[in-house]
Each structure stands twice: as structure tokens, then as C-alpha cells.
């Protein structure tokens, strides 16, 4: 039996090429449209998922290869699904604006030099 870590990979990086395709030009003009904060959230919580199963599944090339900051998405992930009312929507309209790149990079990163690859086979 095979684990496979490319699906998860793929799926979080679709959400994220998403997600790219949803952030406004502005923190302001995100904070005054919540259709599109709903939209942007979905698709955070889908990395933030797909990731946190990489590190429940994968753990040894997850701890060796992931950047810090995808444990973080995957606690932000657990804030949307368990604590709805508690996401400062202000904080994530700014990291829209600032921050998004690293992810987009680590994800493709992670792609296109196999970090799960060792860990694909089940002893």
C-alpha cells in the first residue's frame, strides 16, 4: 500500500492559485466585501487542511522540509473551522497584502523538489 503526498501538495497549491485570483488590490477594499472574505477564508482553510494532513501523515518530512509558517496556516485553518467568530478578518486582509508569496513559493517548492517523495512507500 502506497501514501501518497502529492495529492495533498496539488490540492493545496489549486486553492492557493485560488486564492491568488480572489485577493483585492487593498486590506481596505477586502474589509468592505465579505462575499469575498468568505471566498478567500474557504480557500485558506483548504491549504490549511491539506497541509495539516502532510504533517499528520508525513511527519518526518514535514518537520525536515516545512517552513514555519505552514504550521501557522494550520492553525489559522483550526481557528476558521472551530472558532469562526474569532478570525481578526483586519489581520488577514493585511497579510493578503503583504505575505502571500512565501507560500506560494514553499508550496511550489515543495512540488518540484519532492519533499514527501522518500516517505510515498508504507513499510
Given at each position: 500500500m502506497r501514501k501518497r503526498a502529492a495529492p495533498y501538495l496539488?490540492?493545496?497549491?489549486r486553492a492557493f492559485n485560488r486564492l491568488e485570483?480572489?485577493?483585492?488590490d487593498s486590506a481596505q477594499v477586502f474589509l468592505e466585501q465579505h462575499v469575498l472574505q468568505d471566498a478567500i477564508l474557504l480557500?485558506?482553510?483548504q491549504i490549511g487542511e491539506n497541509l495539516s494532513q502532510l504533517r499528520s501523515r508525513?511527519?518526518?518530512?514535514?518537520?525536515?522540509?516545512?517552513p514555519e509558517f505552514w504550521d501557522e496556516i494550520i492553525g489559522f485553518?483550526?481557528?476558521?473551522?472551530?472558532g469562526y467568530e474569532r478570525v481578526r478578518i483586519h489581520e488577514v486582509g493585511g497579510y493578503l497584502v503583504e505575505d502571500?508569496?512565501?507560500l506560494g513559493s514553499s508550496l511550489r517548492v515543495a512540488i518540484t523538489d519532492s519533499w514527501f517523495?522518500?516517505?510515498d512507500e508504507m513499510p
Open positions: 496539488l490540492s493545496a497549491e485570483t480572489y485577493v483585492p480557500q485558506i482553510f508525513f511527519p518526518e518530512p514535514y518537520a525536515k522540509h516545512a485553518r483550526n481557528t476558521i473551522a472551530h502571500l508569496e512565501p517523495e522518500s516517505s
